[in-house]
């Protein structure tokens, strides 16, 4: 049933991930963010997106990790608890920084490595200078896991 779920979660990335082509201009683009230092930015989206998704570590280290963490302080300690959730791991694949955004393409693992959500998309957000797991992507994936509950941070401001 988790496996099923996750797969919804998969087809519902995709599609809040597409977008349209720019058209035909031959010119490139100009960056997003002259202040942005991508590799930097990549870095920091990377470490943070594979450290929330990692099973294990405190409720308060996951907080950290999140936009308005402190808000999923319920969610993150029932997660926690759920042993399925400590042999996640996520792998990020690529990372394309839009400012204070990025969109970010991983792999979801569970036990024995076993890949849940294959090229998965989520957003990242910047806060103060931190790359963090944007709530709107930890709401989709909670939601999905368990659509009768009810989730009050995702629905606050």
Known sequence: MRARVLLVVVGLFALAACGGSSGGSAAPSPSP????????????????????????????????????GDKFRNELTAQAKDPNNAALTATVKNVVINGETAVVTYDLAGKGG???????TGEAVQIAGTWKVAKKTYC?????????AQHPACTSG
């Not at 202040?35 to 280290?61: P, R």
Request: charged letters at 15%.
């Open 33 to 68: 963010s002259p202040t942005v230092d991508t590799a930097a930015a990549t870095a920091q989206i990377t470490t943070a997106w594979e450290s929330f998704f990692k099973g294990g570590g405190t409720v308060d280290s996951h907080i950290a990790l999140l936009e308005d």
């Open 114 to 120: 076993t890949v849940l959500l294959p090229g998965a």
């Open 140 to 148: 989709q994936l909670i939601s999905l896991q368990d659509p009768n």
